[in-house]
């Protein structure tokens, strides 16, 4: 829930990189913070282990500037992956404005990232948050690597989409990210919608950014 | 009962004012240094007292972290909460407090005061700020609009910018 600060002008909203464990994470934050402009960003918050697994969270404040005077800023978390710190991974969405799944692409991680969606979905609504209403975005990440599974398949298991019942919202909607695509569409007389997904190397940058300005984008309507 | 969308809370001036009077109080009562409030999410909501000489948005999400953690263990427990948490150091020690189930009461203090005299005065503290903040997010979701129209517009314009348009 992002929080309108009247008395010191600030608005902060809460993204947070969820996912299987080794799936990228972790690296999504550091790239963007060696990115973005010092003046943008505060300081990067590893709660780790020795061996530099997540143990609880990562955080990364970035700063927009000042907008229609209020100093806007997005604090970004990650949750650690491995499926036995559900605990601490639960604490972190509380409060959540948007969420990023970070996906591993590889064949034979696609059972960790089942997993990890179908915990996200448990957790959300744990916490009364519906995942199908807020802003929330996918990343298949790992693009780069041989055995990375097709985007149909991954999107098959991943992005299914969700009924829609308003029949405001039953029509046709162009995938602004990918062309030719739907985010809304009817499928066997059934009107269905996705999330908007992104193809990632987040060692190398690759999507890092795109990924992050849709969801941002999406937590701003909110606002409005 | 699930939300439909990311509701936002908002933090008027008025609930500044009254909420730095109730922590100046406090201050002046126990000669302690700084309090700050922090919400469950881990944003920052006031700081009252010294200035902090460290980063204030990083102690805050620490802070929410640190509390809910300690939530979890209490529960594992048996017990519904840790309503307080008190963490000492060899000169500065930090004495944490739930308010509302929503809000973190943080108060850092040194040797100019002791343990005793900021828990007896925190109940106090805490009692009045319980109240402020119940009224304050009683207040949730009254229609207002949270931002000007053109918000929305020029923040997608700096994100953009910053992140690559």
């Excluded at chain 1, 605990?87 to 970070?102: H, N, Q």
């Excluded at chain 2, 343990?115 to 119940?134: I, P, S, W």
């Amino acid at each position: 829930m992002s929080l309108i600060n009247y008395a010191s002008r600030e608005i902060n909203c809460k993204i947070v990189y969820y996912g299987p464990g080794l799936g990228g994470k972790t690296t999504n934050l550091e790239y963007v913070y060696e990115k973005v402009a010092p003046s943008s960003k505060g300081k990067l918050i590893s709660l780790a282990t020795e061996t530099e697994r997540t143990l609880f969270f990562d955080f990364l404040p970035v700063d927009l500037g000042t907008i229609r005077g209020f100093k806007t800023r997005f604090h970004l978390y990650t949750v650690p992956g491995q499926v036995y710190y559900n605990a601490s991974r639960k604490l972190i969405l509380k409060g959540v404005d948007g969420v990023v799944f970070v996906a591993d692409s590889q064949l034979d991680r696609m059972e960790a990232n089942l997993e990890a969606m179908q915990n996200l979905y448990d957790n959300m609504s744990q916490h009364g948050y519906d995942l199908t209403k807020l802003p929330f975005v996918i990343q298949y990440n790992k693009r780069d690597l041989p055995n990375a599974a097709p985007i149909a398949d991954l999107d098959g298991a991943l992005n299914p989409g969700w009924t829609v019942d308003d029949p405001a919202r039953q029509k046709l909607t162009p995938d602004p990210y990918r062309a030719g695509e739907h985010l809304v569409r009817e499928v066997n007389g059934i009107w269905v919608e996705r999330v908007p997904t992104f193809e990632a190397v987040a060692v190398k940058g690759d999507g890092v950014f795109d990924t992050l300005k849709a969801v941002s984008k999406l937590v701003l309507k909110t606002l409005g | 009962m699930t939300s439909t969308r990311a509701t936002s809370w908002s933090f008027r001036e008025e609930d500044s004012a009254q909420i730095r009077g109730v922590l100046q109080d406090f201050l002046r009562d126990t000669s302690a240094r700084t309090a700050l409030l922090v919400d469950r999410a881990g944003q920052m909501l006031v700081t009252v007292g010294e200035a902090p000489n460290f980063d204030p948005t990083a102690f805050a999400s620490l802070t929410a972290a640190d509390f809910s953690a300690n939530d979890q263990l209490a529960r594992l427990l048996g017990e519904p909460e840790f309503g307080t948490l008190f963490h000492q150091g060899e000169k500065e020690s930090l004495y944490l407090a739930d308010i509302a189930r929503r809000v973190i009461l943080v108060v850092l203090f040194d040797n100019r005061t002791t343990l005793g005299l900021v828990k007896l005065r925190m109940r106090g503290a805490v009692q009045e700020l319980t109240t402020l903040f119940t009224a304050l997010f009683a207040r949730e979701g009254d229609g207002t609009s949270a931002v000007d129209a053109g918000f929305v517009g020029d923040a997608e314009d700096e994100l953009d910018k910053l992140f690559g348009g």
